[in-house]
């Protein structure tokens, strides 16, 4: 008996989709527009995880002198889940009954980097559990683990619960804790009973870079941030996938023979290239998109990965999600970073080599940087200084006037937590460092003193360079037309240029032209 033509074409259809990919995505607002829901159902998941601020409960009610956030409260958290629910696209993937893997992060608990002094933490760990009934087992948070069955093999995706136990910033230096005992005991059980080809650990923090302490992540508690990795390196082809800073990143550490990797998917609705509408910030979105272009080019961040073919680093400031993809038939793991365009990074790893040794120390994986050869930018280019290459990497314009001071406190606020005014006169030996290390206060050699110097002026020129240009083009605006419609064109979103980016493998790819297979 012949089988009907259409009955061959969904087979045909059907055998040729894979299952072996797991989805995640993170900063969501659920009242703006979420155009990434087409590419990720276009990816066919086997599973889609939230990795925090699924939805957004509080708002900004002051700016100066500084930003203010206040909740909206429980009863505005059960309306919004409700609201992201019938989100056209999330709606269809609900409907596909794909596995939903979730956790929270700050701005879904309720408020602004909150902990578990939130008045209302109960009252939001019910709204939460309401809208995700899969993660309700009866415990104090919304921590889950749960199998995914894919081709070949089996994955443990566990999803922690960094913020209703989570202590205050405000305690003894490196004594906090993300996860209270409770959880601790509970993950330390999970892995070791653990049964699973691979395993992916859902962190709504980064794990890996430190930022010099000016966000949220581990290194903010290095013992909570050691313990954890010790777990890890109990669990067998270890990831930990993270979110809650607005870009994309592929991150990677030597922890003994092992390669501890984290990768980052944050910014669904809005990202540092693509500012959310709210004024003031709208108006200088240009201002805050190349800041931090700027930094990630110039500022140390040494466990961001570099592409081996391209030299292109693993970064991406525009909206979108991430995709694990493993083929246990070739023991690899691609990570894959994408775009309302298509395909922004990709990086593919060995499973066998990915986790952690249990005791050893975590060094950056460093590779070489984008357009500079074999050297290490950090490096001098001659003699006992580096203001060369600084030079060449944000040329200074001759004028800067009045716009120096105030850029290179800018620069000086991405380099180092303490407030400074005007330009540096010296450098303190005791800044606090990545993972969260303060060095002993020591003088600091007189290269390296020239060297971070010029650093941070070549980052206040470009600032102050891309600051004296937003000026002069709002005045000739507001000259042309009137301050009333530049401001209401202002705040209008706008659509990204059409771009092109560097492929991490088959060099330039026009934007929509995906290299990752369909």
């Not at 209270?180 to 691979?198: H, K, N």
Request: proline share 7%; charged share 25%.
């Amino acid at each position: 008996m012949r089988a009907a033509p259409w009955a061959l074409v969904v087979g045909a259809c059907a055998a040729a989709t894979p299952n072996t990919r797991i989805l995640f995505g993170s900063c969501n607002k659920h009242d703006m527009p979420q155009p990434l829901w087409p590419s990720v159902l276009e990816r066919n998941p086997s599973a889609w995880i939230w990795g925090g601020d699924i939805i957004y409960g509080d708002y900004i009610a002051e700016w100066l002198p500084k930003v203010l956030f206040k909740p909206k409260g429980p009863a505005y958290l059960v309306e919004a889940y409700d609201r992201q629910n019938a989100v056209p696209g999330y709606d269809e993937l609900l409907a596909r009954d794909i596995p939903v893997i979730a956790t929270w992060d700050d701005h879904d608990f309720g408020l602004n980097d909150a902990d578990a002094t939130l008045e209302f933490r109960d009252a939001s760990l019910a709204a939460f559990k309401a809208a995700f009934p899969e993660a309700d087992r009866g415990q104090a948070g919304v921590y889950s683990a749960r199998t995914v069955d894919l081709d070949g093999g089996s994955v443990l995706v566990v999803a922690l619960d960094m913020r209703y136990a989570k202590t205050p910033y405000d305690g003894p230096a490196g004594d906090g804790d993300f996860l209270g005992e409770a959880q601790w005991a509970w993950l330390e059980a999970v892995v070791d009973g653990s049964t699973a080809d691979a395993h992916v650990f859902v962190s709504s923090l980064q794990l890996l870079e430190w930022r010099r302490g000016k966000a949220e992540n581990w290194g903010r508690f290095p013992k909570a941030k050691a313990r954890f990795i010790d777990v890890v390196a109990r669990a067998k082809s270890a990831v930990v996938v993270s979110g809650d800073v607005h870009m994309a990143e592929i991150a990677g550490a030597r922890c003994g023979s092992k390669l501890l990797l984290d990768v980052t998917s944050s910014g669904m609705t809005h990202s540092w290239a693509r500012q959310s509408p709210v004024f003031p910030k709208y108006t200088v979105a240009p201002i805050l998109t190349n800041g931090m272009r700027l930094a990630q080019r110039l500022l140390p961040f040494p466990y961001l990965l570099k592409d081996e073919g391209s030299g292109r680093s693993q970064n991406y400031l525009g909206l979108n999600f991430g995709e694990l993809d493993f083929d246990f038939a070739n023991g690899t793991l691609t990570a894959r970073i994408f775009s309302e365009d298509g395909l922004e990074l990709q990086h593919t790893f060995a499973l066998a080599a990915l986790g952690a040794d249990g005791g050893a120390a975590c060094e950056p994986r460093r590779a070489r940087p984008a357009g500079l050869g074999e050297r290490d930018p950090f490096l001098p280019l001659r003699g006992d200084h580096g203001r060369g290459h600084l030079r060449r990497a944000a040329p200074r314009p001759r004028r800067l006037r009045q716009g120096v001071p105030r850029a290179a406190e800018v620069a000086r606020f991405l380099l180092y937590p303490e407030p400074v005014r005007g330009l540096p006169r010296g450098l303190r030996g005791d800044a606090p460092r990545h993972d969260g290390e303060v060095l002993a206060a020591r003088p600091q050699a007189r290269g390296e003193r020239r060297r971070e110097r010029a650093l941070v002026r070549g980052i206040a020129a470009a600032v102050a360079e891309e600051l004296g240009r937003e000026r002069r083009e709002f005045r000739g605006r507001v000259e042309r037309r009137g301050v009333a419609v530049v401001l209401r064109d202002e705040l209008r979103p706008a659509e990204e240029p059409q771009r092109v980016h560097q492929g991490p493998e088959h060099g330039p790819v026009a934007a929509g032209a995906a290299r990752a297979p369909a």
